[in-house]
C-alpha cells in the first residue's frame, strides 16, 4: 500500500499533476505597483522593471491604478491589495496627504509599501525609490538659466499637490537662480494632468504674460500644450521664440527634442524604478535574521531614500534613440 502511495504521488509529480500545481501557485507571491496615470508610458516603463525583476525571482507583477489623476481612486487600489494579501505595494502618491491613511494601513497589515516616483514622506512607508526631484528641478533650471541668462522670464505648467512637483518647482527656481541671478519666475498655471487643458491653460498664460520667454512644464503631460501653446501665439521660432523645457521621456516628447520644438526635458530612468522597488519589496517581505530597525517584522531595507538620477536630453543627444523604443509589457 505505501509503495502504491509513494507510485501515485511520483506519478502526479512527474506528470506535472495537482501536487505540482499546487506547490507552484503556493509558491507564486504577488507585488504590485500603484500609480496615477495608468496607460502612462512613463509608468509602462517603471511597471517594466518591476515586471521584470518580479519574474526573474519567481514573483508575480500587478499594475493597478485610475486611468486619469485620482488621488482617491489611487488611494482604493491601495486598499484593494492590500485586502488580496499582496506580498507587497509599490505607490506612486498622485496627492502626498492622500495616500497617508491607505499607505500606512498596508503597513500595518504586514505588506511591505514603499513609494516610487513621488513621495508621500508624512506616511509610513518603507522608503522612497527614485528621482531626488530637487535635483532634477535644480538641472533643469541651470539649462534654462544657461539658455536665456538673467533676461529669463518664466512661466510654470503643473499639477498642485504632488510632493514630486513640489519639489521639482522649487529645485527648478534654485538652479536658475545659481545661473541667472536675476532671473524672474512670472506665472504658474495648473494643467490637471490633461494634454488639452494644458494647451488651453499655457495659451492664456503667453497671452497675459507676454514677457514669458522660458516655460517648464513640471511633469510629462503639458509639454504637448506647451508646445501648441507656443504657436498659437506665433512664439514658436524666431527671435521670440519660447524656450520650453519638459519633464518625461514620451515618445511625442523625444521626438519634440529632437526637432527642437523643445529645448530640453529631464530624463530619468524608470525601468530602473521599477526594478529597484521591486527588490526593496521582496527584501522587505523576507525578513533574515536580523528585522528592519526601523520597521520590526520587514526584512532590511535602506532607510534613506534611492535616487536613480536623471539626464538632461537635448537635440543630437544618442540617449533619445535608445528612449524611442517603448518596453514590452
Given amino acids: 500500500m505505501r509503495k502504491l ?8 509529480i512527474s506528470l506535472g499533476g495537482p501536487a505540482t500545481n499546487a506547490y507552484a501557485q503556493e509558491a507564486k507571491e504577488t507585488y504590485g505597483m500603484v500609480v496615477f496615470l495608468k496607460g502612462s508610458e512613463f509608468f509602462n516603463w517603471c511597471f517594466a522593471g518591476f515586471k521584470d525583476a518580479a519574474e526573474s525571482m519567481g514573483a508575480v507583477a500587478e499594475l493597478q491604478g485610475p486611468a486619469d489623476w485620482d488621488a482617491s ?16 505595494i509599490a505607490v506612486t502618491a498622485g496627492d502626498a496627504d492622500t495616500l497617508v491613511s491607505s499607505i500606512n494601513a498596508a503597513m500595518k497589515a504586514g505588506v511591505a509599501t514603499l513609494t516610487f516616483d513621488s ?20 538641472a533643469a533650471g541651470v539649462k534654462m538659466g544657461e539658455l ?3 533676461k529669463a522670464k518664466i512661466g510654470f505648467s503643473g499639477i498642485p499637490g504632488l510632493d514630486a512637483i513640489n519639489a521639482r518647482r522649487e529645485g527648478f527656481i534654485a538652479g536658475l537662480k545659481s545661473v541667472a541671478p536675476e532671473a524672474e519666475i512670472v506665472a504658474e498655471v495648473n494643467d490637471e494632468g490633461d494634454l488639452q487643458k494644458a494647451e488651453t491653460v499655457i495659451t492664456a498664460m503667453l497671452q497675459a504674460n507676454p514677457q514669458i520667454n522660458g516655460i517648464f512644464t513640471l511633469h510629462g503631460n503639458p509639454a504637448t500644450g506647451a508646445v501648441a501653446a507656443a504657436r498659437n501665439v506665433g512664439r514658436d521660432s524666431g527671435p521670440d521664440k519660447v524656450q520650453i523645457i519638459a519633464y518625461a521621456i514620451d515618445l511625442p516628447i523625444l521626438q519634440m527634442v529632437d526637432s527642437d520644438e523643445l529645448s530640453g526635458t529631464v530624463a530619468q530612468n524608470p525601468y530602473l524604478m521599477g526594478v529597484m522597488a521591486f527588490h526593496m519589496l521582496y527584501a522587505a517581505a523576507h525578513p533574515t535574521q536580523f528585522d528592519n530597525m526601523n520597521n520590526p517584522g520587514f526584512g532590511n531595507v535602506p532607510a534613506a531614500n534611492l535616487d536613480t538620477g536623471v539626464r538632461i536630453l537635448t537635440k543630437g543627444d544618442p540617449a533619445i534613440k535608445a528612449f524611442m523604443s517603448p518596453p514590452s509589457l
Avoid: C, M, W
Fill in 148 to 150: 536665456l541668462g538673467n
Fill in 119 to 138: 513621495d508621500s514622506p508624512k506616511s509610513k512607508r518603507l522608503l522612497f525609490v527614485g528621482t531626488d526631484h530637487y535635483n532634477a528641478g535644480f
Fill in 5 to 12: 502511495i509513494r507510485y501515485a504521488l511520483a506519478a502526479a
Fill in 73 to 88: 481612486a489611487e488611494s482604493r487600489a491601495v486598499d484593494q491589495l492590500v485586502a488580496k494579501k499582496v506580498k507587497g
